[in-house]
């Protein structure tokens, strides 16, 4: 088990940066493969940035390809999301989750461990 706890997130103008933080609860965090999530108002959980257990591997969804990186820092258990450019479409809570699956995953189903959420706020 790991337990999650966002950060970071915050009230900024389109074409700003944030990076979000998520602090796991010890050295289990180098089991998992982890990942970025949003929800938005009235919408559905989506997907935003996966990455492997090594940090070796990442992948995005394609709204987010170019303007946001997922990374890790295995020795302070933490994982991070640099939100560069950021557009009025990301205003979303953030959620951090944790999943066995080795490379990570796009798919909610595959996390068994997920935060409480961060709130990003992007004004137009």
């Known amino acids: 088990q790991v337990d999650l706890v966002e950060s970071g997130g915050g009230l900024v103008q389109a074409g700003d940066s944030l990076r979000l933080a998520c602090a796991a609860s010890?050295?289990?965090?180098?089991?998992?493969?982890m990942g970025w999530f949003r929800q938005a108002p009235g919408k559905e959980r989506e997907f935003v940035a996966t990455?492997?257990?090594?940090?070796?591997?990442?992948s995005y969804s394609d709204s987010v390809t170019g303007r946001f990186n997922i990374s890790r820092d295995n020795a302070k258990y933490t994982l991070y999301l640099q939100m560069n450019n950021l557009r009025p479409e990301d205003t979303a809570t953030y959620y951090c989750?944790?999943?066995?699956?080795?490379?990570?995953?796009?798919?909610?189903?595959?996390?068994?461990?997920w935060g409480q959420g961060t709130q990003v706020s992007v004004s137009s």
């Open positions: 010890g050295r289990t965090f180098l089991l998992y493969a």
């Open positions: 989750a944790a999943t066995t699956v080795y490379s990570g995953s796009a798919s909610l189903n595959a996390y068994h461990y």
């Open positions: 990455i492997s257990r090594t940090g070796g591997s990442t």
